[in-house]
């Protein structure tokens, strides 16, 4: 078990852990695929989403751009040309995606302790556009875009570890990829939780399938607040 007194800082991958992506992303795919008569199952959806996502972000670009490359990549690998409202769908629809229903009490909560801090894979508008959504002050907050680097590349971890001005003992990092989030930060010395979220593809969801051994394993925030706060 952790030792959460030892702890001054958690940091908080968003898209996934915080918000509920998976919905928003099956929102906007699963009815572009059923409008081209390619559907297809939930899983199979965000295994390709995964694959897709992490191949574009191989090479920094804006993520509006990775996002409009993955339906690019479905539209390639399922023989059908999107439009080109389709390539911008799902740009379009992230400040319509929703935390996790225990995401604000969870954080109020934990802010109450500990600072807060998010690292995401995101463009800076379009954090800015969720993060009304979260009802949370950061001490910092560190994107992609600000990195020029996608997680897991460590330039991202490394600015954001220079922002929270502790040793990386001291910080915590929280986050639903084992590929994105947990590597990466034990690379780099943080202790890690893996919050292993409900998903139509249980234990990855719409991320790269990797292995690893997180510090600790819950299902959800509000287990991670009743354990740092109890």
Known sequence: MLDFSKFDVLTFDCYGTLIHWEAGI????????TAHCRPLADSEVLALYGDFEAEAEKNYQPYRDVLKSVVASFGARLSFEPTACELDALTASVPQW???????????NLGSRYQLAIISNVDDDLFASTRPRLQTEFQSVTTAQQASCYKPGLPIFRMALERVKVPPSCVLHVGQSIFHDVLPAQSLGLSTVWINRPSR?????????????PDLTLPDLKSLAALALG
């Open 26 to 33: 099956l929102s906007v795919l699963k009815p572009m695929l």
């Open 98 to 108: 929703q935390p996790w229903p225990d995401t604000i009490p969870a954080l109020q």
């Open 201 to 213: 593809r249980a234990g990855v969801g719409a991320v790269k399938k990797a292995e690893g051994k």
